[in-house]
């Protein structure tokens, strides 16, 4: 859909927003690879103070839900800055936040740290 959008209008630049990183890195990958002239420009996600991304779906949720939902965002924070202080035990820090999650009542299917350039699994080093 994206493809034959940007086809139609043939924009210069098409902005897709950081908070679903993955359409981002895929759709940037799309244009690369099928030389779509546009560029695409990630923008940054406005938060609310607690963190939560302001989102027009997010208005929807309600008092509890979007306690949870600030959770989850604490969580992949707390493993942002893990990360950021050069802890590469990246198995374990996945562990931590499938507990945190678990322990809190949620379902997890996987939490998984990826490759920012290719969203392969990351490896440390």
């Not at 959008?5 to 679903?20: C, E, R």
């Not at 208005?59 to 965002?73: C, G, K, M, P, V």
């Not at 990246?90 to 562990?95: C, G, I, M, N, V």
């Amino acid at each position: 859909m994206v493809l034959k959008l940007l086809n139609i209008v043939q924009p210069q630049a098409a902005v897709f927003g950081k908070k679903d990183y993955q359409q981002l890195h895929v759709v940037r990958q799309m244009v690369a690879q099928l030389n779509v002239p546009v560029k695409i420009v990630g923008a940054e996600t406005l938060r609310a103070p607690d963190g939560l991304a302001l989102s027009s779906r997010n208005q929807y949720l309600t008092a509890d839900e979007r306690t949870e939902s600030i959770f989850l965002h604490q969580m992949l924070a707390e493993i942002q800055m893990s990360l950021g202080n050069g802890i590469k035990d990246y198995a374990s820090l996945e562990e931590k936040a499938v507990k945190a999650l678990i322990s809190h009542g949620w379902h997890v299917d996987y939490v998984a740290i990826r490759s920012q350039n290719t969203l392969a699994c990351a490896s440390p080093g």
